[in-house]
């Protein structure tokens, strides 16, 4: 019988970065990684998955890491997303946090510090639930 996981979405458009993360954290977690971003793509892969944790790049080109930061808290408000993110402004980072984001990741970064930091944030999601979605506005807004 396969071990059940956590479920993490990457929304990050490097490439290479996203095959090595998800490489490293497959033995642990159920990955999806969304690497092509469209506004609007990201946020149906989260209804799709519903996933435990995202882990979202802020400069991604073509659309803006804050607004899918937005997209995802009203689509659910207790969603556990982590800011990774090769902009270092504290400034950025305590937005973010302010706006609903769980943590900020700089990078660089190692693997082993990016782990504790998601092991962190899962330790208090029981993996027998799947992440229920709970509005932050009503559908009208």
């Not at 990457?10 to 642990?28: E, F, G, Q």
């Not at 790049?57 to 009203?74: A, P, W």
């Not at 969603?79 to 305590?94: C, D, E, G, K, T």
Request: net charge positive; charged share 30%.
């Amino acid at each position: 019988m396969a071990k059940m996981k956590h479920k993490l979405l990457i929304i990050d458009d490097d490439t290479d970065l996203t095959v090595l993360l998800a490489w490293h954290l497959s033995r642990d977690y159920d990955v999806i990684v969304a690497s092509e971003c469209l506004r609007g793509h990201e946020v149906s892969l989260f209804r799709k998955h519903r996933p435990h944790l995202i882990l979202l790049e802020l400069d991604l080109q073509g659309t803006s890491g804050v607004e899918i930061l937005r997209d995802i808290l009203h689509c659910d408000a207790k969603a556990i997303v982590i800011i990774v993110s090769s902009n270092p402004s504290l400034q950025l980072a305590r937005d973010t946090i302010k706006m609903g984001a769980r943590d900020y990741v700089s990078k660089p970064f190692t693997f082993a510090d990016l782990k504790a930091t998601i092991k962190k944030h899962l330790d208090k999601v029981p993996l027998s639930t799947s992440h229920r979605l709970s509005p932050r506005r009503s559908l009208r807004d």
